[in-house]
């Protein structure tokens, strides 16, 4: 049952710290440390990011805050949608944070992002609070896109979104990178989708578009073994997908480790940027839950694969353990920051349990900039609701 | 009485809003309609409470059953499918017959084509009517116009095509929308939805052995809620047939799917408050549609109110309206109504305020009578 790129990962988990430790005089940690990354695996790619990764003391923090930071994020939207104060659909990111955090913290500014209906995580990332993520969900005016789009749609600058419609993301995403290039800016765009949407043609399109006009794309599939419930090998020809894009180039990468992630793609913008067009990278992950919520996640796969990633792979505890060993951060510390971050996040529950609901006015506002008869017709053309525009987007 | 009502019916919505507010609101789920169990259908042999999915699944095990040329596929089908219409196929005809696909509903749509034209029962399902639109170029283009456009020498009869659709109580934007009338506007597709367990079973065999591409919306709220007694042999209902559900005199209410059910009850309250009688139709089949039934109806009553969830703009209702009056305009006592969604996306958190709920369509009853 178990995907057998999921067995051969797991075969090779046992991580080499490499012992360059620099000491500070003053102190007892390392101000930074160097790591190896389990080898990429490139295609028509004459090199590739280095395996040698080095994180400071600082970077580490951060890095580890969001990791936890979603992590608690998406056990309390479990637990909200539990209690039916979350409704409808809901898509939890647990296991694959190492994915995200990885790419932010590789990010410039000008970079932009889009993905699917595993959004919460990313939201967060690009800069919505936690109390923004929780409100979208639980429907208040405090969410991100006023409670509007609930789960699968969340927004920020420079973040188009949380997408419903499977591999539906993907020619946004090669749009958005070309606007990028057209408008000069510098900038990349990431366009992720899973293994299940690699599989939409659309996507094969826009690879085609991407490389044709030289687009400064970073398609990023987020390889978890399962598109809803089948495996990646029953429903994919090809599992490589980091070469699937046949002429555009790719890479492989441990997408359990947010510093390989990290490295690769620093590598990829850098590959963007320098006028190569667009690139592949396909992050090898897992994800802890089913498929959305209506999904034991069971019934496709073992208990013990889950329990096995969970203890062999999992990217917060592996992460938590390297910068312990490599003494970057005391147990201490570590300690204090889960305690902040877990008081945060639940705080921001209780202050999302507790915002108001937007008014019924919105309920036709925002469908047009301006609505040519002001109004949007209801039962009959003569008893209209009044149309309203709220304020300009993001990018107007 | 009237204007008791009225207010009644203006300080409900506020109420529903106040309640909203307070912090005792309860999560509950809640159906913005009760289910109007079908009678039990004249046909002899045994029946069983069955509910929709499960009346769905036996239709499919009769299907597979009695063509051995036939397969079901979609996304996740081999396991159940998200909806358990499926359950245990594969376990049983074996994974030739009833595999799952790659998310994919082009190719979805097209390969289910390719098997159609050369003779095999392609029973594909598309997992939310809302994911149909990746399909909407090989349904319109390839498998509506195959026979027209071989001269007769292929068809494309052998292909249908099961999607769920409709309000669920929290689908939010892309799993509440129902696609119908886009189709609608296809010569050479058949289109249909079942208001029930019994409808369901009868239309999707009717569908699988129908000589063109059909495609059948499946109303997702009713799979569990609509429990009928459901005939355990192999039955059809005609394609293209409306029922009258229930009999009146005065207004002519037209839905289908789980609009019926709405309009069930609008009837009801008609009658109570109002004591007037309302005649319910259940549409049953989109494309085709019953138009003489439905003119017969609207020239005994004079009055027609169509109500469907999918925005008014375009929406199947205007089919309806716009026939009716080019038919009846003489019988006509007030212009046909149409309740319906908002012509704006189906919202996530205002899913209660956009339907055509039972307090709309007896407001529309009310003005039609007025009229």
Known sequence: MIPSCIRNVAAQSSRRNMASFFFSKKSNYATEASFETKPYRLHKLNH???????????????????????????????NLYKEK????????????????????????????????????????????????????LTGRQGGNAKGKGGSMHMYAKNFYGGNGIVGAQVPLGVGIAFAQKYINNGGVCLA????????????????????????????VCEN???????????????????????????????????LAVREATKFAIEHCTSGKGPII??????????????????????????????????????????????????????????????????????????????????????????????EIRNTTPFNPLSHARLGPAVNA | MLSKLRTRLRSAGKKLLLSRNSNQRKHVRSAHFTYFPSERPNTIGETQKLNMYQAINHALTLALENDPRSVIFGEDVAFGGVFRCTMDLKKRFGANRVFNTPLCEQGIAGFGI??????????????????IFPAFDQLVNEAAKVRYRSGGTFDCG???????????????????????????????????????????????????????????????????????????????????????????????????????????????????KLNVSCEVIDLISILPWDAELVCKSARK????????????????????????????????????????GWDCPFPHIFEQFYLPDKWRCFAAVRDILKY
């Open chain 1, 48 to 78: 590739g990011p280095s395996t040698q990764v080095t994180v400071t003391r600082d970077d580490a923090i951060e890095l580890f805050k969001k990791l936890h930071t979603i992590r608690r994020i998406e056990t309390a939207a479990g």
């Open chain 1, 85 to 136: 104060i979350i409704r409808g659909f809901c898509h939890l990111y647990s296991g694959q944070e190492a994915c995200a955090v990885g790419m932010k913290a590789a990010m410039r500014p000008q970079d932009a992002v889009i993905t699917a209906y595993r959004a919460h995580g990313w939201t967060y990332l690009m800069g919505i609070e936690p109390f923004g993520v929780f409100a979208e």
């Open chain 1, 192 to 219: 992720l989708y899973g293994d299940g949407a690699a599989n939409q043609g659309q996507v094969f399109e826009v690879y085609n578009m991407a490389k044709l006009w030289d687009v400064p794309c970073i398609f």
């Open chain 1, 224 to 258: 978890n073994g399962y598109g809803m419930g089948t495996s990646v090998e029953r429903a994919a020809a090809s599992t490589d997908y980091y070469t699937r894009g046949d002429y555009v180039p790719g890479i492989w990468i441990d997408g359990m480790d947010v």
């Open chain 1, 281 to 374: 990278m396909e992050t090898m992950t897992y994800r802890y839950s089913g498929h959305s919520m209506s999904d034991p996640g069971t019934s496709y796969r073992t208990r013990e694969e889950v329990q096995e990633v969970r203890q062999t792979r999992d990217p917060l505890t592996s992460f938590k353990e390297r910068i312990l060993n490599a003494n970057l951060v005391t147990a201490d510390e570590i300690k204090t920051i889960e305690g902040e971050i877990r008081k945060s996040v639940d705080d921001a529950v209780k202050a999302a349990k507790n915002d108001k609901e937007i008014p019924l006015s919105e309920l036709t506002a925002d469908i047009y900039t301006t609505c040519l008869e002001n």
């Open chain 2, 114 to 131: 390719g098997l159609a034209n050369v003779g095999i029962s392609a029973i594909a399902e598309i997992q939310f009517a809302d994911y």
């Open chain 2, 158 to 272: 052998k292909l249908t095509v099961r999607a769920p659709c409709g309000a669920v109580g929290h689908g939010g934007l892309y799993h509440s929308q129902s696609p119908e009338a886009y189709f609608a506007h296809t010569p050479g597709l058949k289109i249909v939805v079942p208001r029930g367990a019994m409808h369901a079973k009868g239309l999707l065999l009717s569908c699988i052995d129908e000589p063109d591409p059909c495609i059948i919306f499946e109303p997702k709220i009713l799979y569990r809620t609509a429990v009928d007694e459901v005939p355990l042999a192999h039955y059809k209902i005609e394609i293209g047939k409306a029922e009258v559900v229930r009999k009146g005199n005065t207004v002519t209410l037209v839905g289908w799917g789980t609009q019926v059910h709405v309009l069930l009850e609008v009837a009801d309250l008609v009658q109570e």
């Open chain 2, 301 to 340: 009553t004079g009055r027609v109110i169509i109500a469907h969830e999918a925005p008014m703009t375009n929406g199947f209702g205007a089919e309806i309206a716009a026939t009716v009056q080019a038919e009846c305009f003489l019988y006509l006592e007030a212009p046909v109504q149409r309740v319906t």
